[in-house]
């Protein structure tokens, strides 16, 4: 008899095998380096790799992007392993923890509830469309006090100006650019960045990626 031929494996079977990699190396007779690590310490890491990801993507090299993908995976599976060994197991406390599994279904109920064209009897048709019904879907959710609550504080100086304009704008007070007539020269240089970055904003450029690539044609020229 011929043998049978071997069934490929579903799409996310590796994802099994890296949860199990992770565990061996945070478990007893695993890696000393990965055992003391604690979200805190592995903060500055996930900020770093998600940057490499927007370079690799923007670079078009699709070998570097898979690469840098996996090492932004690996911080998402170094925090849930690092969640799941807290010995605080009660559901009703704040402060429990969770594992790889719960960001999985916290995901899938996140993208189920915001795709209601997709899962549900949502209207939306066009890309416009899904993009109002999806920032509709979460301020109803985040309900914030003030739009510019959560913003991250460890974002670069130019991106999170853009996040404070997008929100203002699409909270109805879109802002306006600011006088460049100070007589110091930080505050009037400020003022043009900013100015800048709502005109941007206002052509649907993101102005990090925009400066990123003019930066990248300054470092390619200087080496020519």
Known sequence: MSAQPEQPQPVGAALLDAVAVMDRLRSPGGCPWDAEQTHASLAPY?????HEVAEAAESGDLDALAEELGDLLLQVLFHARVASERSDGDASCASHGFDIDDVARGLVAKLTRRHPHVFADGAATTPDEVN???ETIKADEKRRAHPL?????????LARAQKVVSRLRKAGTPSRPPSQDSADGGARLGAALLALVIEADAQGVDAEAALRAATRDLERSSRA
């Open 149 to 157: 609550d959560d913003l991250p504080a460890s974002l670069p100086a």
């Open 46 to 50: 996930a900020i770093e790799e998600a």
């Open 132 to 134: 109002a019904q999806w």
